[in-house]
C-alpha cells in the first residue's frame, strides 16, 4: 500500500471540474530530475508555459498529488484520442495526468520502486473510474507528432500488469501479445515508443527497413537547468525553412513534412534519405543522423569513414555509435563506428585503410584475405570489436556460443540494439532482444532466469504453442518478430547453451579523445583531480566537447564515461574555480559529470569513484588533491 503525499499547486494553473469527466490516464515524463522538476510542475511552469499534473511519481516511488482528481489540470497540451467511442481534442477535460521523474532521453532507466508505484496508483486510478485499457495512453500516443515521453517506459508490460486479473478485461490472445512485446521493445531500444497508427512504422515494415535505431529530436538551444523540465521536441527544422520529424531505421532513415500543429501532413508522402540527391536539405538530415549515435564529431563529409558510407549505405545501415579508439595491443589502435548492418574501423593513423567487421570475421574464418592483416590478428580484431558492440548496446559481454547471439549473426540480423528483456506471455517467461533487423525471443525456465546460463534441454513454449504454430509441443527454439505465425514448424533449437554472454560488471569507458586536437601541453606533473558539474544533457556537453577543450573525462546519467582529450594536454575547466588558474590548468585532471552533484543516481556516483581512483592509483595522487565537493568527499 503506497501513501499518497498531497502537495498542491503554488498557482492555481488548474480549471475546476468534476469527477464524472474522468475516462482517461496519461503518463508522463517530466525530462527532468527531483526536486528540481517536482518543484518546477507545482509552481506551474513558467510564463507562456503553464502546466499543471494530478500526480507526480519520484524515482523513489514517492507519489505526490499537485491537483485534485476531480479538476482539470493543464498536462496535455494539443492531443487528441478515441474516448468512449468518440474523438476527443484536447485531452485534459477528460484525462488524469501522471509524471514521472525521468530525463526522457530513452537511456534514464524507471527504477523498480519508481514502476511499481507507477502501476499501483494507475491500477487504483482505473478501478475508481472504470478506465478501459485503450484509455489508459502514454502523452507519446495522444501527441504522436509532438512528444516522446514517457520514453523508455516498458509500456505493454505495464498495461499488462495495471489490468491484470481486473473483471470485465479480456486477455489478447498470447500471439498478439508477444508481438506488441516485441515491437515494445524494439521502439523502446531506439529511445522512443510505438504510437497508434503511426506512418513511419507502416512504411518501414513495408519497405523492410528494420526496427528503429532513433527518433531524432530537435536539441535543445541552449543548457537547461535540472529544474525545468525540456518537451524533447521532434520536430526539426532544416535550412530551407521546411519543418519534419525523422526517425531513424536500420537501413534507412525516414522523414515527413509537418503542419503547424507537428503533426504529420497527409497530403505528402513519408520519404526515404536514400532516395535524397546531393543536397543542403541532405547534409543536414546526415549531420543529425550522425549527431544522434555521436553527439562529439556528428557527420564528417572529409572523412573517410563518411565518404565510405555514403558509398555503401545500403550495405552498413545507419550509424549506432561513436566513432571510438579501440586497442587490440600495444601500439595496436584502431577507430571504430558501428552501424546497424556493420562496423567499420581503420588503424589510427592509417584513415584510407578500412575494414569492414563482415570482412574481418570471414577473414579470421580463412574465407578471404586482408591486406595486413592476418589470420590470427582478424580473429582478435573480430572479437575486440564484437565485444565492444555488446557492451555498448546491450551491457553484456560477446559470447560467440551464445543462443541468440549466435542466431544473430548466422542470419545476418545485424548489430544488437539494446538489451534484453524478460516478459510473461500468457504465463510463460520469455527472452527479448531486439536486433537491427529483427526481434527475436526465446522461452525461458523460470522468469528470473539468468540470460548467461545455459538453458536445459527440451522445455517446451507451454501454452503459447497451439496459439503460434500447429497444435503441438515443441522444444526450446527461437521466434522472430517477422515470422510470427509461420515459423513454427522448424524453430532453431537451443541445446544446452546460454541466452546472451555475461553482463558487464562496469558501464564501460569510451575513448573518444581520437579528434580532440593536440591544445597545450601540460609544463608541471599532475597532482590534482578535479570533479565538475555540467548542465546536460549529455548530447548537448559533449556536442562541443572537442572545440572547447574543457574536460578530460565526462560521465553522463547512466555512468558511462567518456575520455575526450588526452591527459598530457590541459583542460581550461579548471579555470574560475577559486584557485589560480594557471596552476590549476597545469596540474588538474578534470572529470565532468552529468547534472547537479547533489543528486546523482548511484550508478553515477559508482563511476566517478571508479574512475577518481584509477586515476588516483595511476598518476600518484593524494585523496587530499580531489577536488569538487560531495561526490568524491568518500572516493
Known amino acids: 500500500m503506497y501513501q499518497i503525499e498531497w502537495v498542491g499547486m503554488l498557482r492555481n494553473h488548474f480549471k475546476p471540474g468534476t469527477p464524472d469527466r474522468i475516462r482517461m490516464i496519461v503518463l508522463h515524463a517530466t525530462a527532468g530530475t527531483y526536486p528540481g522538476d517536482l518543484k518546477w510542475l507545482r509552481q506551474g511552469g513558467a510564463p507562456g508555459r503553464e502546466v499543471s499534473v494530478h500526480y507526480y511519481i519520484n524515482k523513489s516511488g514517492q507519489i505526490f498529488q499537485l491537483v485534485a482528481d476531480r479538476d482539470i489540470a493543464w498536462h496535455a497540451g494539443i492531443s487528441r484520442w478515441e474516448v468512449d467511442g468518440r474523438t476527443v481534442i484536447g485531452c485534459n477535460e477528460v484525462s488524469l495526468g501522471i509524471e514521472l521523474e525521468n530525463r526522457n532521453d530513452g537511456r534514464d532507466p524507471y527504477p523498480p520502486e519508481q514502476y511499481a508505484a507507477a502501476c499501483w496508483l494507475t491500477r487504483e486510478l482505473v478501478q475508481k473510474y472504470q478506465i478501459p485499457p485503450h484509455q489508459v495512453v502514454r502523452h507519446l500516443d495522444i501527441s504522436p507528432g509532438r512528444k516522446t515521453d514517457p520514453a523508455g517506459f516498458p509500456w505493454q508490460r505495464f498495461l499488462a500488469e495495471v489490468f491484470a486479473d481486473l473483471p470485465g478485461q479480456p486477455a489478447l490472445p498470447p500471439a498478439e501479445q508477444l508481438q506488441q512485446h516485441m515491437l515494445d521493445v524494439a521502439y523502446r531500444a531506439a529511445g522512443s515508443g510505438l504510437p497508434a497508427n503511426w506512418p513511419f512504422f507502416t512504411v518501414a515494415r513495408t519497405t523492410h527497413l528494420g526496427m528503429p535505431v532513433t527518433s531524432l529530436v530537435a536539441r535543445p538551444p541552449a543548457p537547461r537547468p535540472a529544474s525545468a523540465p525540456d518537451d524533447r521536441e521532434r520536430v526539426l527544422s532544416l535550412p530551407d525553412g521546411t519543418r519534419y520529424l525523422v526517425e531513424v531505421y536500420a537501413r534507412d532513415a525516414l522523414f515527413a513534412a509537418v503542419g503547424p500543429d507537428d503533426t504529420i501532413r497527409t497530403d505528402e508522402p513519408v520519404r ?53 579508439r579501440l586497442t587490440l595491443a600495444p601500439g595496436w589502435n584502431v577507430a571504430c563506428q558501428h552501424f546497424a548492418l556493420d562496423s567499420l574501423c581503420s588503424p589510427v593513423g592509417q584513415w584510407q585503410i578500412i575494414y569492414r567487421l563482415s570482412e574481418i570475421r570471414r577473414a579470421a574464418a580463412g574465407e578471404i584475405l586482408l591486406a595486413g592483416i592476418s589470420r590470427d590478428r582478424a580473429a582478435q580484431l573480430a572479437h575486440l570489436i564484437l565485444d565492444d558492440l555488446f557492451t555498448l548496446r546491450t551491457g553484456r559481454r560477446y559470447q560467440a556460443d551464445a543462443a541468440l547471439v549466435r542466431y544473430a549473426l548466422d542470419e545476418e540480423l545485424g548489430a544488437p540494439l539494446g538489451q534484453a528483456e524478460t516478459a510473461l506471455i500468457a504465463g510463460v517467461p520469455m527472452a527479448l532482444m531486439p536486433f537491427a533487423l529483427d526481434v527475436v525471443a526465446c522461452r525461458l525456465p523460470t522468469p528470473d532466469w539468468p540470460l548467461e546460463q545455459p538453458l536445459p534441454p527440451g522445455h517446451p513454449f507451454g501454452r503459447l504453442t497451439t496459439l503460434l504454430g500447429p497444435r503441438r509441443q515443441f522444444t526450446s527454439g527461437i521466434v522472430r518478430l517477422s515470422r510470427l505465425g509461420h515459423q ?21 569507458l569510451i575513448d573518444v579523445s581520437l579528434f580532440a586536437g593536440d591544445g597545450e601541453l601540460r609544463r608541471r606533473a599532475i597532482d590534482t583531480i578535479l570533479v565538475v558539474p555540467a548542465p546536460g544533457p549529455a548530447s548537448l556537453s559533449l556536442c562541443n566537447a572537442h572545440i572547447e577543450a574543457r574536460w578530460h573525462y565526462y560521465i553522463d546519467h547512466t555512468g558511462t564515461i567518456f575520455r575526450l582529450r588526452n591527459e598530457r594536454y590541459v583542460a581550461r575547466a579548471a579555470r574560475g574555480i577559486g584557485l589560480p588558474a594557471e596552476q590549476l590548468d597545469q596540474r588538474a585532471l578534470v572529470i565532468a559529470v552529468e547534472g547537479s552533484l547533489d543528486h546523482t543516481p548511484p550508478v553515477l556516483r559508482q563511476a566517478v569513484r571508479t574512475l577518481v581512483r584509477w586515476l588516483q592509483r595511476h598518476f600518484q595522487i593524494g585523496h587530499d588533491r580531489v577536488r569538487s565537493g560531495s561526490l568524491t568527499g568518500d572516493s
Open 272 to 324: 526515404r534519405l536514400s532516395d535524397i540527391p546531393a543536397s543542403p536539405q541532405r547534409l543536414t538530415l546526415l549531420e543529425a543522423i550522425f549527431r544522434a549515435a555521436d553527439p562529439i564529431n556528428g557527420f564528417q563529409p572529409g572523412w573517410a569513414f563518411h565518404q565510405y558510407f555514403l558509398a555503401h549505405i545500403s550495405e552498413l545501415g545507419m550509424p549506432i555509435s561513436h566513432n571510438h
Open 488 to 508: 513454427f514448424g522448424s524453430l532453431p533449437v537451443i541445446r544446452n547453451q546460454p541466452v546472451l554472454g555475461p553482463p558487464r560488471q562496469h558501464r564501460p
